[in-house]
Every structure is written in structure tokens, then in C-alpha cells.
């Protein structure tokens, strides 16, 4: 077990992905291709909101602005007065920036003319890489690039049809998070992974999401396509720093979710409910098989 544990710590990553938010964040979510408009509107907002920041700080307060932006709900922020964005400007927990604020839910207004016209925002936005994610093979952090043609001509498009805060380097960070480019380092143990993804060999799997119930009697909260393999991982501390010191762990429930993006939304909402919360949704859904 310690072996194996001292292999996954060994994982290579992108060099960005330095502390436990990020490199949570690195593995499971940066680089997937994301089709759901829900998703896509999400990052819109947090990726405008990040300017001038670094990402980790609004990974810190991403569940904070799920809340003050109504789950990150187009229809609804597009309806926000004058009020309603002086109650979200007053909240500690987000970044308290009037002019990114408004640019939300100007966004949110151009978001829903692009669904209208397109049919969604997911057909509009991936046009800019042909509807298919670019492979890049970077093998260091200074080759990447801050912006391409096509986050140039993404970002003059949507400045267009009116959307704020997004500039080039902004499109391309967008791009990078939404999967329309894998800029995984090759040396980084998810190049290869979400190359897969992109080849659509795994695309069409059933994603879960899970809560163990580790020794110590805490709940932990995680995504999977393959639940019993998983399990295994966290039994021999290959899968989580967290529940490594917290073995042995118990699967108490399970929930499929119809794709990558929605088990991440649902994984979130999972991790921000109460204890009590999370204790009746294990009650209600029966013991696990």
C-alpha cells in the first residue's frame, strides 16, 4: 500500500498544480471537452472573474459565487436589477469587483441571444476549433501560449454581440478549461488521458457520483465512470490524499449522471450541502450494491 501510495504522489503534472484545490481541479476537470451549456456559462463567469487573479483564488470561492449567481443560471442572472447586483456586490465570499459583476449579467443577456440563434451555446462556441478539441504536444509551461488566432478571433466575436471581460488571454484560459484545447504538458500523466477523451473512446461512459464514508467517520465526495475500481484506489491510498489517512472507506452512494459535466455540477452540489443534508440523501437512496 505504501508503494502504491508513493506512486500516485508521484503522478506528473502540470507545474501549475501545486496545492490540493488545484490539483483536484487539474485531474478532474481542466482539459475535459464541456458540451453542457450550464457548464459553459459557468466558466464564462469564472474565467472573466479570475482577471487580474490567480485561478486558485477563485477555485476557493467558486462555491461562494454558485450561490450568489443562482447556480449559474443564464436565464435567471440575465433578469438581475439594480438590487439583486447590489446584494451580490456586497458579498464577501466572491470577488467584490463592480465591473466584473456587470459584465455577468451582460453576459448572461448575450448568452441567451447566442442559444436563441444557434440553438446553444455550445454549438456557437466550439465553431472556433471546428467543433473538434486541438491537441497541443507542450513540454514546458513557457510554450504554452496566453492567446491563438482562434482565442483572437473568439474574443472579437463575443465583444461583438456584446459580451464584457473577454479578452484574448481570457477566451484562450476559457478554452483551455473547457477542453477546446488540451494543453496538458505530454509529460503530465493527463495528456494522455483526456487525449482519449478527445478521441471519443470514452465519451460515451456513465459518470457517478459517490460518497464514502471513511474511517474516522467523515464523508467524502467524488466523480467516476468506474465505481468498484475507484473504490479499490481509495482502500489503497492511491486515489485521494484526503481519505489516504482516513482507511478504510465505504461506498454509501452512488448517483449516475448522463455525462462528464453533469457529474461535476453534481459533485459540487453534493460537497456544499450540510452534513445533515448529505446524511438524508444517504438514508433516502438505501444501502449501496
Known amino acids: 500500500m505504501k508503494r502504491k501510495a508513493r506512486k500516485a504522489a508521484d503522478l506528473r503534472r502540470c507545474p501549475w498544480a501545486k496545492t490540493e484545490l488545484c490539483i483536484e481541479y487539474h485531474d478532474k476537470e481542466w482539459g475535459v471537452p464541456v458540451h453542457d451549456d450550464h457548464t459553459l456559462f459557468e466558466f464564462l463567469i469564472l474565467e472573466g472573474a ?38 451580490v456586490l456586497l458579498n464577501p465570499g466572491i470577488v467584490r469587483n463592480r465591473l466584473k459583476i456587470e459584465a455577468a449579467i451582460q453576459n448572461a443577456k448575450a448568452f441567451l441571444v447566442v442559444q436563441q ?130 482507511l478504510p472507506a465505504v461506498l454509501v452512494y452512488q448517483e449516475a449522471q448522463a455525462s462528464h459535466s453533469h457529474a461535476l455540477r453534481r459533485e459540487l452540489a453534493i460537497k456544499a450541502l450540510s452534513r445533515k443534508e448529505k446524511e438524508s440523501l444517504i438514508r433516502a437512496a438505501g444501502p449501496t450494491t
Request: aromatic fraction near 12%; charge should be positive.
Open 50 to 87: 479570475q482577471a487580474g487573479l490567480s485561478w486558485e483564488t477563485i477555485l476557493k470561492k467558486r462555491g461562494n459565487y454558485r450561490g450568489a449567481f443562482d447556480h449559474f443560471d443564464p436565464a435567471i442572472v440575465a433578469k438581475y436589477g439594480k438590487r439583486k447586483q447590489e446584494r
Open 117 to 246: 440563434e444557434f440553438g446553444s451555446f455550445d454549438k456557437y462556441i466550439w465553431a472556433f476549433v471546428g467543433h473538434k478539441p486541438k491537441q497541443n504536444a507542450w513540454k514546458s509551461l513557457a510554450e504554452v501560449p496566453a492567446h491563438t488566432a482562434e482565442s483572437d478571433a473568439m474574443s472579437k466575436d463575443l465583444k461583438r454581440r456584446g459580451f464584457k471581460f473577454v479578452g484574448s488571454t481570457i477566451c484562450y484560459a476559457f478554452m483551455q478549461a473547457v477542453g477546446m484545447v488540451n494543453d496538458h504538458l505530454v509529460e503530465c500523466f493527463r495528456h494522455g488521458e483526456v487525449k482519449k477523451l478527445l478521441n471519443g473512446r470514452e465519451t460515451d461512459r456513465t459518470w457517478f457520483v459517490y460518497l464514502l464514508r471513511c474511517a474516522d467517520g467523515s464523508l467524502y465526495t467524488g466523480i467516476t465512470n468506474d465505481v468498484p475500481r475507484r473504490l479499490k484506489q481509495h482502500n489503497a491510498g492511491t486515489a485521494s490524499r484526503y481519505t489516504r489517512s482516513r
